[in-house]
């Protein structure tokens, strides 16, 4: 098995984009600074994203772009919007883009996140496709634009965009600028040719996003949706070598499942810090003699928290022996909370928590203990440790790296992972208990099965997903992603461009 480390990635960068600048466009910064009385403080945010991408620009080095969105975030620059990150030992610059509250509103918290989100995610909720807020997602895209090109200048760059936020920005690049290379990460779903057709703007979207040269999913049948859809275009396009044509222009469409870093994540597992937090965890949950379960999820309608939380009630119903010993913690840290769909779904997370709670509570202890606020990540690691099963119910995910997260913290061997078949991860983590979080009967089920497993079954399930995180960890999904570049061929990049980025994956 060959191992996948920074320090093979920094030289796979350093021999193969040697000539090319290393720019990264995310909507979410991957640090941020914000004011905690008189300090400033920079810490990260939470973000799957750029917790996953943040130890690829540390080997990698180069420049990301994202939105400021601290609120100390313009004390930290300099005159030219940059501040090099991580503040304690700095690997490469962030360059902060400033949007005006009715930007943040027209793009991230309208289109994207009130149209796109939930029209490429399964979970039965509405869009909304307002036009005010399409006209602010192309302005936002146009502004990112302006940054990218301001920093690349008359070099040869390859720019890395990631997900649904600049879906207009590929082919912006791609008209401006020539000495680009372009590739994109959609980190969520797409859907089905049928279900994209609701879309009005869905034609400008399609033509943006074939402004790449290289076109991203976590799962070869989101690559399928995604072609079958733009063959509605005026497009060529060739199943075969998974390839749309465009104007004469050819964007490869390719799977790329995105991990962790699995040796990080497992060596703070193993530290004094966990352990402290451990012990402290114990004492506050009031865990002597308890069984935990835990799920630790952004407060997002396709996260099935309020699914889990039935389950734990119908379990309750079918083995009530486990009244006063069974714990379930849910993590929800509150997200989009400006958005109507997104109050819904908090307010139906604490009227079932609390009703559970009251059929099932004794007078010391209660089954649901509900998180509503961001921990640190060296807190969430112990929770992972303590926990006899970790469920994770999304309705529809991309991929979910919390369910890696949770087999990576696991150094120990023990835990078990309950997993919707409906997320990304679930065709890589086999051994998982999977099933279908819409099924109360299945969830339950699962829950008595974590609970009763065979240490020795439990073991070798554990065993088996450690190994395929740590095969697949970030690091191989960063050099697959940059060596598929290898697959094609840049007309006027002859003379200029590096050695075909070709790598043993």
Known sequence: MKVWTRDVLREFVRTKLDGFRFIVVSNREPFEHKRVGRRVECSQPASGMASALDPVMRAC?????????????RQ????????????????????????????????????????????????????????????MYRRVNERFAEAVLEEAG?????????????????????????????????????????????????????????????????????????????????????????????????????????????????????????????????????????????????????????????????FLEMHPGYRGKLVFVQVAVPSRSALPAYREIDKEVDLLAAKINRRWRTPFWKPVILLKRHFPAVEMIALHRLAHFCVVASLHDGMNLVAKEFVASRTDGEGVLILSKFTGASTELKDALQINPFSIEDGADAFDLALNMHPDDR????????????????????????????????????GERPAALQVAV
């Open 459 to 494: 073991k070798r399930r554990m065993h088996k997903m450690r190994e395929t995180v740590e095969e697949n960890n970030v690091y191989r999904w960063a050099v697959k992603f940059l060596s598929a570049l290898a697959d094609i061929e840049f007309p006027e990049y002859a």
């Open 154 to 314: 008359n070099e040869p760059t390859f720019v890395f965009i990631q997900d649904y936020h600049f879906a207009l920005l590929p082919r912006m690049l791609r008209n401006a600028r020539s000495n680009l290379v372009i590739a994109q990460f959609w980190h969520i779903p797409w859907p089905n040719r049928q279900v994209f057709s609701s879309f009005p703007w869905q034609e400008e979207i399609l033509d943006g996003l074939l402004g790449n040269d290289l076109l991203g999913f976590h799962l070869p049948q989101h690559c399928q949706n995604f072609i079958d859809t733009a063959g509605a275009l005026e497009a060529r396009v060739d199943q075969a070598a998974s390839e749309v044509c465009r104007g004469g222009h050819s964007t490869f469409v390719r799977p790329f499942p995105i991990s962790i870093d699995f040796d990080e994540h497992s060596a703070v597992a193993e530290s004094e810090a966990v352990a402290a937090h451990m012990r402290r965890w114990r004492e506050e949950l009031s865990l002597s003699g308890k069984l935990l379960g835990i799920g630790i999820d952004r407060l997002d309608y396709t996260k099935g928290i309020p699914e889990r939380l039935r389950f734990l009630d119908r």
């Open 61 to 73: 080095g180069g420049l990301w772009i994202a939105h400021g969105s601290g609120d100390a975030d």
């Open 76 to 135: 930290a620059v300099d005159q030219y919007d940059r501040v090099a990150v991580p503040p304690e030992a700095p690997e490469y610059t962030l360059r902060r883009v400033w949007l005006s509250k009715d930007e943040i509103e027209g793009h991230y918290s309208g289109l994207s996140n009130q149209a796109i989100w939930p029209l490429c995610h399964v979970a039965f909720t509405r869009p909304v496709f307002d036009p005010a807020h399409w006209r």
